[in-house]
């Protein structure tokens, strides 16, 4: 398959932490600048966190900004997004996305790219 593929979402208390992976095709993981996007139930798909091809350059949005680290294996071809002291806001489907650049530029508009995954729900409880 060509698409990225996430898992590692689940039910977690106020305070707590997850960490989500995304599973890339080696054909293109190596050439791909990465981001993580989340959507919320009646609410617009927003950039969660982004990361360069060769994860040089890293880049997050203000309201993850502090908790959630972005990261690469690019011998494993896998983005994770590490998330701690998560809030009920941050309750959301996450979805993983890429596109081959070759800059180390970090982009977080959601038609920035081109690769997208099926998404894995992260819920927190108060």
């Known amino acids: 398959q060509g698409q990225p593929v996430e898992s590692g979402g689940g039910l977690v208390q106020a305070g707590g932490s997850l960490r989500l992976s995304c599973a890339v095709p080696?054909?293109?993981?190596?050439?791909?600048?990465m981001a993580w996007f989340r959507q919320a139930p009646g609410k617009e798909r927003e950039f969660v966190a982004g990361?360069?091809?060769?994860?040089?350059?890293?880049y997050y949005s203000e309201s993850v900004k502090g908790r959630f680290t972005i990261s690469r294996d690019n011998a494993k071809n896998t983005v994770y997004l590490q998330m701690n002291s998560l809030k009920p806001e941050d309750t959301a489907v996450y979805s993983c996305a890429g596109k081959a650049r070759w800059t180390a530029q970090v982009y977080t508009g959601f038609g920035d790219y081109d690769t997208w995954g099926q998404g894995t729900q992260v819920t927190v409880s108060s």
């Open positions: 990361i360069s091809r060769s994860g040089q350059t890293t």
């Open positions: 080696e054909r293109i993981f190596s050439t791909y600048s």
